[in-house]
T-cell receptor, first 115, second 112 residues
C-alpha cells in the first residue's frame, strides 16, 4: 500500500522568505507520480507542481520547486519569495501506477505567511 | 476550457431530502472522480469513472449514488444522508495517463 506523510501540520514563514514543506512517501512501485496542491480557504484544489519518478531533473514552476530525493523517498516543496497569498493548506499526493489513476494524499501542511 | 465546474457551491439539505451534485469538464478527460473532504483532513476518494464506467467504488454507502451520463458530466445523487456526511465534495478529472489532474472548486454540503 502507498502512504504519504507530511510531518508539519502548520508552519509560519516571513513574507519574501523561502519555505520548505516536507513530504515523504512509501511505495514499492518503481513508477509513480508526485503532486503538490494548494488549497485556500475557498476549497479549490490548485495544482502546483508534478514530479515523475523517472524524471531526471527536479521539477520547477515559477516560485515553486520540488526537491526530489528518490533514494530517501522524499519530495519536498520549496516556495521562494513567499507572498501573503501563499497562506493556505498544501497537500502532497502520489499517483501510483495501475491504481485507476487515483491520488493518495498526505495529511497536509497549513502554511501561514506573516507580513 | 481548462476547468472543472461544480454546482452548486453550497448545499444545505435535510436527512430526508434527495439532492444531486453536478460536475462538468470539457477538457476531453476520460477519467472523473468524486472525493470527500472533511474539515482539516485530506480528500478521500469515493468513486472513479473511466470512459464513463464506474471503475472504483471505495466502499461508499449506498446513500451516495454516482452517475456519469456522458464523458463530460459526472453527478453524485444524495439520499437520506446523515449529519456526518457534511463535508466538501470535490470533483476531479484527468487524462488516463500523464499529469493532467484537475479539481473543481467543490460543493460544501451541510446535512441538517
Amino acid at each position: 500500500a502507498q502512504k504519504i506523510t507530511q510531518t508539519q501540520p502548520g508552519m509560519f514563514v516571513q513574507e519574501k522568505e523561502a519555505v520548505t514543506l516536507d513530504c515523504t512517501y512509501d511505495t514499492s512501485d518503481p513508477s509513480y507520480g508526485l503532486f503538490w496542491y494548494k488549497q485556500p480557504s475557498s476549497g479549490e484544489m490548485i495544482f502546483l507542481i508534478y514530479q515523475g519518478s523517472y524524471d531526471q531533473q527536479n521539477a520547477t514552476e515559477g516560485r515553486y520547486s520540488l526537491n526530489f530525493q528518490k533514494a530517501r523517498k522524499s519530495a519536498n516543496l520549496v516556495i521562494s519569495a513567499s507572498q501573503l497569498g501563499d497562506s493556505a493548506m498544501y497537500f502532497c499526493a502520489m499517483r501510483p501506477p495501475n491504481a485507476g489513476n487515483m491520488l493518495t494524499f498526505g495529511g497536509g501542511t497549513r502554511l501561514m505567511v506573516k507580513p | 476550457d481548462t476547468e472543472v465546474t461544480q454546482t452548486p457551491k453550497h448545499l444545505v439539505m435535510g436527512m430526508t431530502n434527495k439532492k444531486s451534485l453536478k460536475c462538468e469538464q470539457h477538457m476531453g478527460h476520460r477519467a472523473m472522480y468524486w472525493y470527500k473532504q472533511k474539515a482539516k483532513k485530506p480528500p478521500e476518494l469515493m468513486f472513479v469513472y473511466s470512459y464513463e464506467k464506474l471503475s472504483i467504488n471505495e466502499s461508499v454507502p449506498s446513500r451516495f449514488s454516482p452517475e456519469c451520463p456522458n464523458s463530460s458530466l459526472l453527478n453524485l445523487h444524495l439520499h437520506a444522508l446523515q449529519p456526518e456526511d457534511s463535508a466538501l465534495y470535490l470533483c476531479a478529472s484527468s487524462q488516463e495517463a500523464g499529469v493532467g489532474y484537475t479539481f473543481g472548486s467543490g460543493t460544501r454540503l451541510t446535512v441538517v
